[in-house]
């Protein structure tokens, strides 16, 4: 008996043509296979998670920082989510050995939306209550909320750019809201 290789599919790989007829109102892309360590880590841990890392973990709810290649979202008061590139799972699971709490490989449980251009802030409004004026939301901003009513990670980027990270099987669903509520934007500069 012989066993098949795994294939590894992105649950939006098909989605590409979709995403790019909302340009240029809206730039739509999946970010695939993004690595995604979800760490908990004591109070006592934090300066050597960070130095393991070469990132420093968020010391403010709801931020972001950014290292080596390496970006750490604030999830809780001790939890965080470290996104990396792809492959980088073993790597940095081995850096962080034994000081944390927990260390996951969650890489399969979301996939990552990339959306940016003139109207993406308006495209989120129609469905997330978060307040994404740069003001109530500066760059470096996270939160985990309802977008069209599907739990995502939100991260705003800067200027008019987000990302999305949405759980692999709502992925589908949360692709069609967000070209549905960008299409009116199309045409439009």
Known sequence: MTVSALVRHSPLEDW?????????AVSLAERPFLTQLTLRVATGQR???????S?????????????EGVEVLWLGPDEY????P??????????VDGLCLSAVDTSAQRTALDLSGPHARDVL?????????????????????LLARAGVVLVARGGDAFTVLVRSSF????????VDAATEYVGES
């Open 55 to 67: 990132c420093p973990l968020p010391e403010r709810p709801c931020t972001a920082t950014g290292g």
């Open 16 to 24: 590409a043509p979709r995403f790019a007829a909302l340009a240029p």
């Open 81 to 84: 989510l470290v996104l990396a």
């Open 171 to 178: 992925a589908g669903y949360l692709a069609a809201w967000l």
């Open 125 to 145: 409004a129609h469905g997330c209550a978060i307040d994404l004026h740069p003001l109530g939301s500066p760059p470096g901003t996270c939160v985990q909320t």
């Open 86 to 95: 792809p492959g980088s799972e073993a790597a940095l699971l081995s850096r």
């Open 47 to 53: 300066a050597a998670v960070s130095a393991a890392l």
